[in-house]
Structures are given as structure tokens and as C-alpha cells.
């Protein structure tokens, strides 16, 4: 089992830059393709991006100008930073983790832009 524990989220005023934190209770954080994805209020969740231990990244589908995934093994913590806030950013956010044998799941936080 790996626990996951987001933080960083809360109310953002449009335009204004965050960063999401995302740390993992394992010895091997290395061998996983760490993640998160957002569910938008009345939409599915979706793949926001991924990015592997070897610090290779990839976005889902249109969110590549509006996040930055990066991550720090020794630290064993996933980020994801965007620069100016906007309010169609407003959702709940969910760590991954995932390598070929399981996956896991943080309990994720909420981010909410508003004017």
C-alpha cells in the first residue's frame, strides 16, 4: 500500500500562480509513474498529467498551456504548477501513483478559483 497526501490546495484568485504537492509513503517512488488528474464540477475525471521516475512528462488532451507536472524522488513528492489561474481551473484535484503490478490514489484536494 502507498499512501498518498495532497496539499496545497484551497481558494486562488484568478491570475494568481499555485502549486499542488503530492508525497508518497514509499521506499520505491522511483518505480512509479506518479500523476494527477482533476474532475471539474459535472464532468468526468480526466488526465491532467503524468510524469515517470525518470522525470519524463506527459499532458492529456489541451492541458499542456496550462500545468507544469514535475517531481523531486528525493523527496518523494510530485507538483503541479500553473502560472495564472483561471476560474475554469476550479476543481478537485487527485494524486496517482502506478507502475505495472498496481495503482493508487490520493484522496484529493479541492482547488477553487474565483473571482
Known amino acids: 500500500q502507498v499512501d498518498l497526501r495532497e496539499s496545497g490546495g484551497g481558494s486562488i484568485r484568478p491570475g494568481q500562480s499555485w502549486r499542488l504537492s503530492c508525497s508518497a509513503s514509499?521506499?520505491?517512488?522511483?518505480?512509479?509513474?506518479m500523476g494527477w488528474y482533476r474532475q471539474v464540477p459535472g464532468k468526468q475525471r480526466e488526465l491532467v498529467a503524468t510524469?515517470?521516475?525518470?522525470?519524463?512528462?506527459r499532458y492529456g488532451d489541451s492541458m499542456v498551456n496550462d500545468y507544469t507536472i514535475s517531481r523531486v524522488n528525493s523527496r518523494k513528492t510530485v507538483y503541479l504548477q500553473i502560472e495564472r489561474a483561471r476560474p475554469e481551473h476550479t476543481a478537485v484535484y487527485y494524486c496517482?501513483?502506478?507502475?505495472?503490478?498496481?495503482?493508487?490514489w490520493g484522496q484529493g484536494i479541492q482547488v477553487t478559483v474565483s473571482s
Open positions: 510524469i515517470t521516475g525518470g522525470l519524463t512528462p
Open positions: 514509499t521506499d520505491s517512488f522511483t518505480m512509479y509513474t
Open positions: 496517482n501513483a502506478k507502475n505495472n503490478q498496481a495503482e493508487y
